[in-house]
């Protein structure tokens, strides 16, 4: 037996172009194919040569509970990590977006962080090697530094990308 690394993560959502918006826009990423399913969503990958679809949404129908609502947050998960390059480029696409995010370097290890949520309230940890970044150590200013128990996630800042997408 052998477990791999993580196929893809299902999302769901009430507000499908708004958070294809800000993973396209804010996370670079490009649509996927998407098999023809029998609800709406979508399907998205890293901008890179043979990348897989990681991320796939569910809207309409498939994203509601029984009582009709579609749930937000990361509930149990507390976050999905993504392997990415660019955090000075990352970081200025956030706060050119006005998107709050968190910063931390591993201890003992070559790996950055930043941490930021999408419109559904889904915690998002972008992971660098700095072997990969051309670029100095973060330092990193007290409040942006990630804390496991901080609650920042500001709904009403990704409203941008609902506005837009109408």
Known sequence: MLLGQLFHTAIKTAHLEA????YTEVLG???ADRP???????WLKPAQAGADAIFHFYAGDAARD????????????????VVCQGYGAFKDR???????YRENLVPATPLWQLFI???NGV????TFHSAAE?????????ERRYNARERWFQPELYRQFEALAA
Do not use: C, K, N, W
């Open 134 to 142: 051309h670029e100095d150590v973060p330092a990193i200013p007290a």
């Open 36 to 42: 023809p399913l029998a609800f709406p969503g979508a």
């Open 117 to 119: 949520f999408d419109p």
């Open 66 to 81: 029984a009582d009709g609502s579609v749930q937000t947050g990361t509930a149990a998960i507390d976050h999905v990590s």
């Open 94 to 100: 956030f706060e050119r977006y006005g998107l709050p």
């Open 123 to 126: 915690q998002l940890e972008l």
């Open 19 to 22: 958070t294809v918006r800000f």
């Open 29 to 31: 990423m490009v649509v």
